[in-house]
T-cell receptor, first 115, second 108 residues
Framework: DAGVIQSPRHEVTEMGQEVTLRCKPI?????LFWYRQTMMRGLELLIY????????DSGMPEDRFSAKMPNASFSTLKIQPSEPRDSAVYFC?????????????FGNGTRLTVT | QKEVEQNSGPLSVPEGAIASLNCTYS??????FFWYRQYSGKSPELIMS????GDKEDGRFTAQLNKASQYVSLLIRDSQPSDSATYLC????????FGTGTSLTVIP
């Protein structure tokens, strides 16, 4: 079974541009998480979905960030407009079902650089 | 108070020694606990899960859980240079909580 698939692997963009990160969770997993990781702040939860519904978006830094999950096999994280402080590695992760003992499975991440 | 407290290290041990990593958590209702390993530039990967009090062994790794003390640890026996990585503890509550990670270096 394929793991969590994220694209692109690397994204370099200029300040002010729109950035869209994509994620395909593991088939059958119905909880999806978006994390951001930096050296200074570690792994931060941005938002998570259960059955395609956003459950907790309190970690989304500000209105420039938005996330959608239109179906069980696809999610996007959008930053508009992007700023240099958004530079980080963004991970998507999924697990079989909310409340279960199952661990999270991570994608390979998207390294975002905003210049 | 942070949900998960983890010694950020860095921790250095000689090859062949035992590395001990520790983590405390705040949510007494938590049921599931995990240890992830993250190599530089890579994503976190699950190495151990533990759900009940006591020890759980898997090869050179032993996870220890004490729910009364809200404490979980990871022991790595016969440490190898390939164990050099950042180790993240995690537990489930209303969501999935991660510690800040402990950087481990195994010195040949």
């Amino acid at each position: 079974d394929a793991g969590v698939i994220q694209s692109p692997r690397h994204e370099v963009t200029e300040m002010g541009q729109e950035v869209t990160l994509r994620c395909k969770p593991i088939s059958g997993h119905n909880s999806l998480f978006w994390y951001r990781q930096t050296m200074m702040r570690g792994l931060e939860l941005l938002i998570y979905f259960n059955n395609n519904v956003p459950i907790d978006d309190s970690g989304m830094p500000e209105d420039r960030f938005s996330a959608k999950m239109p179906n069980a096999s696809f999610s996007t994280l959008k930053i508009q407009p992007s700023e240099p402080r958004d530079s980080a590695v963004y991970f998507c992760a999924s697990r079989p079902r909310r409340g279960s003992n199952s661990p999270l499975h991570f994608g390979n991440g998207t390294r975002l650089t905003v210049t | 108070q942070k949900e998960v407290e983890q010694n950020s290290g860095p921790l250095s041990v000689p090859e062949g020694a035992i590395a001990s990593l520790n983590c405390t958590y705040s949510d007494r209702g938590s049921q599931s606990f995990f240890w992830y390993r993250q190599y530089s530039g890579k994503s976190p990967e699950l190495i151990m899960s533990i759900y009940s009090n006591g020890d759980k062994e898997d090869g050179r790794f032993t996870a220890q859980l004490n729910k009364a003390s809200q404490y979980v640890s990871l022991l790595i026996r016969d440490s190898q240079p390939s164990d050099s990585a950042t180790y993240l503890c995690a537990f489930t509550g209303n969501q999935f909580y991660f510690g800040t990670g402990t950087s481990l270096t195994v010195i040949p």
